[in-house]
């Protein structure tokens, strides 16, 4: 089975609507579809936003679907100018850009208790995703993504996050999932479109490219699944 997960209805529901012999269940306030989608067993949530509902998301999907893999779809914004609005980033690790324990001696982003700042991606999921965006026709970039409980919208906060963790684009809730799949041992990719340039524009880019990112992330997501049967 394949976990899918996404932020927001617009990033999941076309998937969910697609899905076959589905069996819907609500647990903690979060809907689960399960069945087929394109050939494959899935199980897709809506975590809604931000990273404490991502992991609540993630970590009710390891233990009640047990999947195989879990992989986090949905749109971000950028942080280089090799990724534009409707490219696609892929996940070769996640951080959580807003942690920090720095005042008493650790490195900026480093996750106490497991002592990671970053968490590595699935290394073929995330190939195989790249390889189904590019086929498309659309661009795709590998990279660290940066995760944090902030929508961010100006060219500082960009520049802090890109300077600091190394990060192509950022979002808020993959470092989340990320660290809920590294303690359980599942293997996770993350995969977005690019919705918006995360600078002083963010919020003016958002309303009017978020759905069209969307579209593309669920477009690529049904490539590889198909993929998976050939």
């Known amino acids: 089975m394949i976990g899918i997960i996404g932020a927001m209805e617009i990033e999941t529901a076309a998937l969910a609507a ?43 999907m ?31 690790k996640l951080c959580q850009h807003d942690m920090d324990t720095s005042p008493i001696g650790d490195p900026v982003g480093l996750v106490s208790g497991i002592s990671k700042i970053y968490f590595e991606a699935d290394e073929k999921t ?8 590019e086929a498309s026709g659309a661009k795709a970039l590998a990279g660290c993504i940066a995760s ?9 906060k960009k520049a ?28 996770f990719a ?3 479109a690019i919705s918006d340039s995360a600078d002083g524009d963010a919020t003016m880019d958002y309303p009017t490219f978020a759905r069209m990112a969307a579209e593309r992330s669920v477009a690529v997501l049904r490539a590889y699944l198909r993929s998976l049967s050939v």
């Open 18 to 60: 697609a899905v076959e012999k589905k069996r819907i269940e609500v647990i903690s306030g979060i809907t689960y579809t399960s069945g087929l989608l394109d050939g494959q067993e899935v199980v897709i949530a809506t975590c809604g936003i931000g990273k404490v509902y991502a992991a609540i998301c993630a970590q009710t």
């Open 62 to 92: 390891i233990l009640h679907y047990h999947p195989a893999v879990i992989i986090n779809t949905g749109v971000a914004g950028t942080l280089t100018p090799a990724l534009g609005i409707g490219d696609v980033a892929v996940a070769t």
């Open 126 to 133: 995330s190939q195989s995703l790249a390889a189904c965006v």
């Open 148 to 156: 944090g409980d902030q929508f961010v919208a100006t060219a500082e």
């Open 160 to 187: 802090y996050i890109r300077e600091t963790f190394g990060a192509i684009a950022c979002e808020m809730e993959g470092g989340a999932i990320a660290h809920v799949a590294t303690v359980n041992d599942v293997p």
């Open 190 to 192: 993350v995969l977005r």
